[in-house]
Nanobody, 116 residues
Framework: QVQLVESGGGLVQPGGSLRLSCAASGSRFSINVMGWYRQAPGKQRELVADISRGGRTNYADSAKGRFTISRDNAKNTVYLQMNSLKPEDTAVYYC??????????WGQGTQVTVSS
């Protein structure tokens, strides 16, 4: 059973920074794409950013220029560095992983609140 364990959420003031981490374990197959999604109250879950095993990245327009996704393949860990945070970034952030055999996994979510 694959587990995705997230950490790094919390409360931050507008303009501040947070770094999210997500470690995957238990997969029989290599993890291909890892990413972060978020879901704000009353809204659908949306992609924030993802990264392939080879390092190719993809960002939502709202994340470009402020967020940076990276990963450590040896540790099966993905990171999301979030800078210049805005109140509209407030959401539950979910880690996502897709294996090379197209199985998809989700983390339990970590709350990010941007407020003064």
């Amino acid at each position: 059973q694959v587990q995705l364990v997230e950490s790094g959420g919390g409360l931050v003031q507008p303009g501040g920074s947070l770094r999210l981490s997500c470690a995957a374990s238990g997969s029989r197959f290599s993890i291909n794409v890892m990413g972060w999604y978020r879901q704000a109250p009353g809204k659908q879950r949306e992609l924030v950013a993802d990264i392939s095993r080879g390092g190719r990245t993809n960002y939502a327009d709202s994340a470009k220029g402020r967020f940076t996704i990276s990963r450590d393949n040896a540790k099966n860990t993905v990171y999301l560095q979030m800078n210049s945070l805005k109140p509209e970034d407030t959401a539950v952030y979910y880690c996502n992983a897709v294996s090379v055999v197209a199985r998809e996994y989700w983390g339990q979510g970590t709350q990010v609140t941007v407020s003064s």
